[in-house]
């Protein structure tokens, strides 16, 4: 179309110098400047293995047991991104197909029937199918009793009422209630797909009811699998030659030979190995972020061999024990509210490299555009917020504060720091004690509820992310309360079928939730700001929350 276009103009410019000439003589016509180049876009390289820091060793390769990033980090690549569905690389607020290549919901939204792809493998080149797709919910639903409890994101697939695998490779879930949103569900940070039916099962038949992934040498469906674990010192994957994935262009992916996860337990250390080449890409995660002065000291030495990328990361809060005295009284929480100096610690920690939040991202839908404002938020109020804040302890029946004690998880010590510091101002000097504690033993005392206060991180993309942090329902929920409107609420969130409506509701959560219960206090989201050698192309940066997209397929190495 565009050049015949260009040979009409052609012919209608030579009529009109003809016609010209005929009345007079014409100007010489101009000459038409050569058209612009079109700049050589480099084409994707196969092979290589790019060295990616990784900051610990998973406390669990169960990805049914534990959502944190030394874990998440490595498990997409070795997983895969998503489950069924995934986030779209290009938008990562829609839904793309994974292990399932397509779906359908009835009218009202109580069944789900996806098509499981028939190309799709596990890494012992068994062929996934619906069977494990149901074999996979239904031991995330329903665990292995007595020693395997449910997945902590059983409550992403409630309210199920049955799972069915069907004729033509077709898996369906069918619910009690409508649940627009339940792709969304689906796709939460860390559900990942790591129990073949055909390994697992026996396992669970032969007593082995806590079977995980490296019980069964890692087998899974991702675009990498396991080469080598040597704990404490590198994870090492190698392409999966018969992952499904192809490009926008046909082309097979992953484009790496394989990654490796070098373990690197210090941020400094980290960094060194980046500026001596040892590693192509810093870490992601809590505590392995750059800093500004690290930023700043690899920018110096790398010039144009190096680039940085931030991406908008986490929230982080610090959340009281609402089951547990004195933090079941609502004053006490919103006196820290209300006390907590958020853009002190977006200084103090993070040198800037933070902004002012609630649980939903600043620049999302969700997000209520006043919380700015908001008592506690406003620096501009923080003297008055602070004076009311010590009010309320004396109200509270505590005008010399209380003992309490800051369960810390160990990656964040300074974080903790900062809030002991917090913590101190309002309940008075030798009140706060911190107790510094590993990941795996904080979890167990989340789940058992066996803490007065601890801080915490957060993130989602679609607000049905957030269920299973805040159902008093679920055991292993970050937040700790009794409070059944919250549940109400979450359960009205699934059943929304507008988008306007989830916005009004998702805005009406937040404010229950941190400006009239004060469940948790929310600070700030943190950022992720990563270096790469720039012969690292083809990474897939998300617009927030650095854990998405992270099974690098699309990656390659110019070198």
Not at 194 to 217: D, R, Y
Request: hydrophobic letters at 40%.
């Amino acid at each position: 179309m565009g050049r015949t276009r260009l040979l009409l103009g052609c012919l209608a410019s030579a009529l009109l110098l003809l016609a010209l000439v005929g009345c007079g003589a014409a100007e010489a016509p101009t000459a038409t400047p050569a058209p612009t180049p079109t700049p050589i876009v480099a084409q994707p390289k196969y092979g290589g293995v790019m060295n990616v820091a990784q900051r610990g060793d998973p406390a669990s390769w169960d990805p049914m047991a534990i959502n944190i990033f030394t874990a998440v980090g490595l498990s997409h690549p070795l997983y895969g991104e998503g489950n069924l569905v995934k986030n779209c690389r290009d938008n990562i607020y829609q839904v793309c197909p994974s292990l399932a290549e397509r779906w359908e919901a009835n009218a009202d939204f109580t069944q789900w029937t996806f098509k499981i792809r028939d190309n799709a493998y596990w890494h012992d080149g068994k062929p996934f199918t619906a069977e494990d797709a149901k074999f996979w919910v239904d031991l995330s639903v329903n665990g292995a009793p007595p020693d395997r409890k449910p997945a902590y994101f059983k409550a992403n697939f409630d309210p199920l009422v049955k799972t069915e695998a069907l004729d033509g490779n077709r898996f369906r879930v069918t619910l009690a209630k409508p649940r627009p949103g339940y792709l969304e569900a689906l796709i939460e940070i860390g559900n990942q797909i790591a129990h073949p039916k055909h390994l697992v099962e026996p396992e669970l038949q032969k007593g082995n009811k806590t079977v995980g992934p490296q019980e069964i040498n890692w087998v899974a469906t991702g675009p990498f699998k396991m080469l080598k674990y040597d704990k404490g010192a590198v994870v090492q994957y190698r392409k999966f030659d018969k992952y499904w994935e192809k490009d926008e262009r046909g082309r097979q992916l992953p484009f790496l030979d394989g990654i490796d996860f070098p373990i690197i337990k210090e941020p400094s250390a980290m960094v060194a190995a980046f500026r001596t080449g040892r590693i192509d890409t810093t870490a992601k995660g809590s505590g392995f972020h750059l800093t500004p002065e690290a930023k700043d000291q690899i920018a110096k030495d790398l010039g144009d061999k190096v680039y940085f990328v931030n991406i908008p990361y986490l929230a982080e809060s610090i959340t009281p024990n609402s089951l547990r005295t004195p933090w079941n009284d609502v004053r006490l929480r919103k006196a820290l509210s209300l006390y907590m100096d958020r853009q002190a610690g977006i200084q103090s920690i993070y040198g800037g490299f933070a902004e002012l939040s609630t649980f939903w991202a600043p620049n999302s839908p969700w997000v209520n555009p006043d919380f700015r404002t908001w008592p506690g938020y406003n620096p501009a109020t923080k003297e008055k917020d602070r004076a009311e804040a010590k009010r309320l302890l004396t109200e509270a029946g505590y005008p010399n504060g209380f003992k309490t004690t800051l369960m810390c998880r160990d990656l964040w010590v300074k974080w903790c720091e900062f809030l002991e510091g917090q913590l101190t101002g309002l309940l008075g000097q030798g009140n706060v004690t911190i107790d510094v504690v590993d990941t795996a033993k904080r979890g167990a005392r989340i789940a058992t509820g066996d803490f007065d206060i601890h801080p915490d991180s957060y993130f989602s993309l679609f607000p049905t992310e957030g269920v299973s942090d805040f159902l008093t329902t679920n055991p292993n929920a970050d937040v700790k309360h009794n409070d059944k409107k919250v549940d109400e609420y979450f359960d009205r969130l699934l059943t929304v079928t507008s988008f306007e409506e989830k916005v009004k509701l998702s805005r009406e959560i937040e404010r229950y939730i941190l400006q009239q219960q004060y469940l948790t206090t929310y600070t700030w989201y943190q950022w992720a700001v990563l270096a790469f050698r720039s012969y690292v192309k083809g990474v897939a940066f998300p617009a927030q929350n650095s854990a998405l997209l992270t099974d690098f397929v699309t990656t390659w190495m110019d070198k």
